[in-house]
């Protein structure tokens, strides 16, 4: 992710989909000590992005530290993996031997000097990371792992309005970033500039139209800065594409209900609702008492 430590799977083609109950399985050999299994575990939570830093911790631990000669060429990515997680969880020991052994290993290395920035992130020596990282941007500006990290740190520390500037001035060479366009987008939410917001999210949805987060939290934008026209338009189209989607209904029944007080004589809009408001009866019609609270807050629109 953005502000996350990095992905260390390599971009191939598309992993095969996990089926239901094997990543599981896999922690649970892992967990009996089976060493093969834990590799195996590591490999999958790169290759799936599975974020468990404290199991990568305890099981790249145990492998680094008992047959770390069995691991062949996957020594040094189980050592950064290991190194990503021992940050993540405090792990200042971890942390400083993977990063001594690669350092060892690859003194010349562009992405070990990055870990070095991270290693002083870790620490709170934020000049130092930020010192690491512009000597690495002098030398390869395009590198845009460290870029993110220097934005990275302008949000740790609090500095919204520093990251966001950071980060208009990377969109303005790496135009096409969705990741980052959605990292400005959750800024500017944080922010209170909800219109701008807006615009991030009009730039993801170029890049991925038919993306239901993307379509929803767009349509919750607009509904938020009073275009309810537009809003109810992309709720209606994210129920077309899932008509189980309860985001989508329960947005569509707010818009129309921000509608219907602009125009109560509009029929279309009276039908409409009532559409959305059996949609909601029925899916809430068998779940306990949690579904008859949610009927309850539909009040008298349908019957």
Known sequence: SFFGLGVLATPHAAPAIMEPGEYEAIVA?????????????????????????????????????????KLGNELWTVMEQVFYAAVEVGADDWRDYCLKQLMRKFPNSTRVERLKGIQQEGRGNWEEAKTIYKKILTDKPEDTITQKRMIAMFKQRGKISEAIDAINSYLETFSVDSEVWHELAELYIEAGSLQRAVFCFEELMVSNPRSMYHMLTYAELLYSTGDFELSR????????????????????????????????SNDKMSDLQIFVTERLQAAYKDVGSHGRVAVSLLGGSAS
């Open 233 to 264: 338009k992309y709720f209606s189209l994210a129920s077309y594409l899932d008509g189980a989607c309860l985001r989508a209904l329960w947005g569509l029944y707010a818009v129309n209900m921000a509608l219907a007080e602009k125009d109560k």
């Open 29 to 69: 050999r892992a967990s009996a000590g089976n060493n093969v299994a834990a590799i195996d575990l590591l490999q999958s939570m790169r290759t799936h992005k599975i974020h468990q830093p404290e199991l990568v911790l305890l099981h790249g631990g145990r492998l680094l530290g008992t047959c770390a000669r």
